[in-house]
């Protein structure tokens, strides 16, 4: 059983076509598979003022020492601030970049609830197409998202070996030749910044293959 804990972005391992609701709403039952939980608006470089609500979480949800927690965060950043903070601070993206995921990392070994976890990162999803126009917060072109995006995938993967963390991505499926997103991984009934259920395979996959799952 793998716990997966993040921002909307959780909400894929939900089974369902929607956008789950927020802790301490649940969207599964006490044999699923998944546990998505969606702890609201969260960034990972902030994560870790979301520690002591991710401890809490853990602690009122049931799992085995064999189990996973899976962090879903990222894609906020890469959307709606490297790239602007990059501007901003005058600074070169893979800086903005290095500093993001560290904190990110970091938050992520502060996670200790009464019970041990094994811990996982999803990496953050290609970002969202041209083809499903997206009116929220959002610095750059597809293609320039989606090389922030690839930085920073690498740049946690990096980490996660470095720290016994599993990592997961499917980052690189989602792409058409040309670096822009294949908008058919994402979703058709909200914002279109979303994996629908058709990514769940190769997901699944990658779980099992990096034996999370």
């Known amino acids: 059983m793998i716990i997966c804990l993040g921002d909307s972005h959780s909400s894929v391992f939900s089974g369902k076509e929607k956008i789950i609701p927020r802790w301490?709403?649940?969207?599964?039952?006490?044999?699923?598979?998944?546990?998505?939980?969606?702890?609201?608006?969260?960034?990972?470089?902030?994560?870790?003022?979301?520690?002591?609500?991710?401890?809490?979480?853990?602690?009122?949800?049931?799992?085995?020492?064999?189990?996973?927690?899976?962090f879903c965060f990222g894609e906020v950043d890469i959307r709606a601030h490297l790239i602007k903070q990059s501007i901003l601070q005058e600074k070169k993206v893979d800086e903005i970049v290095l500093e993001c995921v560290t904190k990110y990392i970091n938050a992520?070994?502060?996670?200790?609830?009464?019970?041990?976890?094994?811990?996982?990162?999803?990496?953050?999803?290609?970002?969202?197409?041209?083809?499903?126009?997206?009116?929220?917060?959002?610095?750059?072109?597809?293609?320039?998202r989606n090389r922030i995006t690839r930085i920073f995938n690498?740049?946690?993967?990096?980490?996660?070996?470095?720290?016994?963390?599993?990592?997961?991505?499917?980052?690189?499926?989602?792409?058409?030749?040309?670096?822009?997103?294949?908008?058919n991984f994402l979703d058709d009934w909200g914002s279109g910044i979303h994996l629908n259920q058709s990514a769940m395979p190769i997901i699944i996959d990658r779980l099992k293959s990096n034996s999370i799952l």
């Open 24 to 70: 301490p709403a649940k969207e599964y039952t006490l044999l699923s598979k998944f546990k998505p939980i969606r702890i609201g608006p969260a960034t990972a470089y902030n994560l870790k003022s979301k520690v002591p609500l991710l401890n809490e979480i853990l602690n009122k949800t049931f799992y085995l020492k064999k189990d996973f927690v899976l």
């Open 108 to 144: 992520i070994k502060l996670v200790s609830p009464k019970r041990k976890i094994q811990k996982a990162v999803f990496a953050p999803i290609a970002s969202w197409s041209d083809e499903k126009p997206y009116d929220g917060p959002s610095y750059g072109s597809n293609l320039e």
């Open 154 to 183: 690498n740049t946690l993967e990096k980490m996660c070996n470095q720290n016994n963390i599993k990592f997961v991505s499917i980052f690189e499926d989602m792409l058409n030749k040309d670096g822009t997103t294949d908008s």
